[in-house]
């Protein structure tokens, strides 16, 4: 038997449904003909990093421990980034691996550094730079950088043409396909991974050009090109799919998005709000510079000769790691010792506890769990200035969230999650640290991102599932069922790897432009 399993990053399921009632997507459509088109439960917060990490060990956050791009330094108010999902659960591919079947991976998120297997494999999001070694085997990697391979996918540059961009990523799913179509005709297998991810980056800032009704519709200025790019890349993925089967000619294909997609055009800004409560405290001076340092970076790196020259002399390693100074500047800027709660990149309320945080002043027990208990309340009563509508849907407990994860320290102490209606930019906020605004600056206009993820993940395949599957992790678990393997029956221990500063530096940056950190 031979299994592909394909994934659109951010496939929103009601815009597939449209576009196939409207015979768009007639290759998807074929596809689920005795099959099944359906929605399933993405991650609590829905970003990509848990939701691939889900998919992708067939295991939940609880137990696999990527609750975020980031995690928490021990003994630090610093963070690092997740680079490899599988650190504490192996990879479907590892665990197919273990039992003699082959496997192509390609354009798999989360996975840099690559790690062996039986087969192939290409990393995709979260990987620096076609410059590393992004492949295993490793001369796989020099071979796909003659090719011209697409690593990832990037956002639009700050003054780059937005009909040209849309064009850009079309041919980028083209060429990735192309790529894909080579390795999966020369090598044996038994299981494979085509991933793509330009759909996600695309309707971040495309969805306001296509929903006249979104509150920064006009400021797009939409052409006719814009307003159906959203459309015509799915149509492209549509084609796309057809060549993969054509080629592949699986028995079992599996089409699955990590989360889905909905409009938003605010953020909201934690730890001002933090400030106004009193629990925050800056140091004026500290937080001015940073902003003000942050700011300059930001303006030089948005002026075209500047960038194009930095990119001939050094590539794109960055030469200023302004996530270090702007890192290391928070830290600076907070006063610890009046500070009692922050807002963490990890995506959640992190509080200054005596005993865990260098210099913590909530006392464990009691104190603490009394001031997370005003904080989940108050969270979820915050209203925005512009709408009053709610802007916390979820506000929760780390261990009712994970319960029992031998991972837990890694997360925030509260985990937060916006509301994701799927028609209502105003109440979908992308939430952020916001050290650098004044404490008034509760909410702002998220433009030019005009849409976010949402919790509703699609699935399609060609046939029905043998179990229920109701989420990611089910999904995970079809493919290992489909090749006689249980959840949990493989057990591999990895070596966590850590990046290092240019690599941080370089991720931050990207994360950065996609609107997922500030």
């Known amino acids: 038997m031979r299994l592909l399993l394909v994934g659109w990053d951010g496939a929103e399921p009601s815009l597939i449904a449209d576009f196939m009632a409207q015979g768009q997507m007639p290759n998807l459509e074929r596809l689920a003909q005795g099959g099944l088109v359906t929605r399933i439960a993405s991650t609590v917060r829905p970003e990509s990093a848990t939701a691939w990490a889900t998919l992708l060990t067939a295991s939940t956050p609880t137990a696999h421990g990527v609750f975020s791009f980031a995690y928490h330094i021990p003994g630090s108010y610093h963070t690092r980034l997740h680079t490899t999902a599988g650190t504490y659960r192996p990879y479907l591919w590892e665990q197919l691996s273990e039992a ?146 054509e080629t592949a000619r699986p028995d079992l294909i599996i089409l699955v998005s990590d989360h889905g997609f909905g409009p938003c055009s605010r953020k909201v800004f934690v730890n001002a709000w933090l400030q106004q409560l009193g629990l925050f405290v ?64 990890a995506g959640g309320i992190r509080i200054n506890l005596a005993g865990r945080e260098p210099e913590g002043i909530v006392r464990p027990g009691i104190e603490y769990e009394a001031l997370r208990t005003r904080l989940i309340k108050e969270t979820l009563d915050l209203r925005d200035p512009l709408s009053g509508l709610p802007i916390f849907a979820l506000a929760e ?30 109440q979908n906020h992308i939430p952020l640290s916001g050290h650098a605004v004044s404490a008034d600056t509760l909410c702002a206009d998220a433009f030019p991102y005009t849409a976010t993820h949402n919790s509703q993940a699609l699935l399609v395949a060609n046939r029905p599932p043998d179990e229920p599957i109701s989420n990611l992790a089910d999904v995970g678990r079809w493919v290992l069922r489909a090749f006689g393997i249980a959840e949990g029956s493989v057990r591999i221990s990895h070596r966590q790897v850590i990046p290092d500063a240019n690599e941080d530096a370089l991720l931050r940056a990207r994360l950065r432009a996609l609107g997922y950190m500030d």
Request: proline residues 9%; glycine residues 2%.
């Open 100 to 245: 003699g079947l082959t496997s192509v991976v390609i354009n798999a998120p989360m996975t840099y550094p690559p790690r062996p297997l039986r087969g192939a494999l290409v990393c995709g999001q979260m990987t620096p730079s076609v410059e590393h070694i992004f492949t295993y085997p490793a001369d796989l990697s020099a071979r796909l950088r003659a090719m011209d391979y697409p690593l990832d996918a990037e956002p639009p540059e700050p003054d780059e043409d937005r009909e040209e961009y849309l064009a850009r990523m079309e041919a980028q799913v083209a060429r990735r396909t192309e790529i894909a179509l080579d390795l999966l005709q020369e090598q044996r297998w038994d299981f494979a991974l085509v991933a793509y991810t330009e759909l996600d980056r695309l309707q971040h800032f495309f969805w306001a050009d296509m929903d006249a009704q979104h509150p920064a519709h006009a400021r797009c200025a939409a052409t006719p090109r814009t307003a159906q790019g959203i459309m015509r890349h799915y149509q492209v993925l549509d084609r796309a799919l057809d060549a993969l089967l």
């Open 282 to 345: 800056a140091r004026p001076s500290s937080k001015a510079l940073g902003a003000s340092v942050s700011e300059k970076l930001y303006s030089l790196r948005q002026w075209r000769p500047a960038r194009i020259a930095k990119q001939r002399i050094f590539g794109e390693r960055p030469i200023i790691d302004r996530h270090g100074l702007q890192a290391a500047n928070f830290v600076r800027s907070v006063d610890w010792r009046q500070t009692r709660a922050w807002f963490s990149e």
């Open 397 to 426: 407990p780390r261990e009712a969230l994970y319960p029992n994860s031998p991972h837990l320290e890694a997360a925030p102490d509260i985990i937060l999650d916006t509301f994701h209606p799927p028609d209502h930019a105003l």
